[in-house]
T-cell receptor
């Protein structure tokens, strides 16, 4: 079975633009979480979705939004990009969003110029 | 708010030797989970080991084991018989038992190098 897949793998944008990142969870997984990893730091929680509903939100501005589709895939949107949004964005999936193991994708590297 | 601190930005170990990575955390909660994740150059975060705070017994997974000191809020990772493939960034992470599963709090990481 395929693991968590994220697209694109790399992305370059300019300040003020908008970006959409995509994540496909492992087959059968209904929960998706998003993390931002700035260079030299550990990942920071952005959102969690389960069964298309937001279950948790980290301390990020409203420029960040996400959604989950009926097939459990997810999109992370960032509007009005800032230089500080440059980071690796990681997606993780699990069966129920409970206490079982999280499976991470390899991330999308976003560079904002 | 909970915090996780990894005080060793970089560590080095000789192949086949043992290395210990340190992690401390701060919380007022009594029930929580602690994790060690490995992030190789492929960037994918891989779960190494997990510890439930209510369990006194230290978790082990093959060559990986932890020293969990709840009173001291310390959670170190010991890697025995180090292999070249162990070279990676290692992150300590905390999650409240009552919070969203997605809400992992990570430390800044320790870069582990393995010398042949």
């Amino acid at each position: 079975d395929a693991g968590v897949t994220q697209s694109p793998t790399h992305l370059i944008k300019t300040r003020g633009q908008q970006v959409t990142l995509r994540c496909s969870p492992i087959s059968g997984h209904k929960s998706v979480s998003w993390y931002q990893q700035v260079l030299g730091q550990g990942p920071q929680f952005i959102f969690q979705y389960y069964e298309k509903e937001e279950r948790g939100r980290g301390n990020f501005p409203d420029r960040f939004s996400a959604r989950q589709f009926p097939n459990y895939s997810s999109e992370l949107n960032v509007n009005a990009l800032l230089l500080g949004d440059s980071a690796l964005y990681l997606c993780a999936s699990s069966f129920t969003g409970g206490y079982e193991k999280l499976f991470f994708g390899s991330g999308t590297q976003l560079s904002v110029l | 708010a909970q915090t996780v601190t990894q005080s060793q930005p970089e560590m080095s170990v000789q192949e086949a030797e043992t290395v210990t990575l340190s992690c401390t955390y701060d919380t007022s909660e009594s029930d929580y989970y602690l994790f060690w994740y490995k992030q190789p150059p492929s960037r994918q975060m891989i779960l190494v080991i997990r510890q439930e705070a209510y369990k006194q017994q230290n978790a082990t997974e093959n060559r990986f084991s932890v020293n969990f000191q709840k009173a001291a809020k310390s959670f170190s990772l010991k890697i025995s018989d180090s292999q070249l493939g162990d070279a990676a960034m290692y992150f300590c992470a905390y999650r409240s038992s009552g919070g969203s599963q997605g809400n992992l709090i990570f430390g800044k990481g320790t870069k582990l190098s393995v010398k042949p």
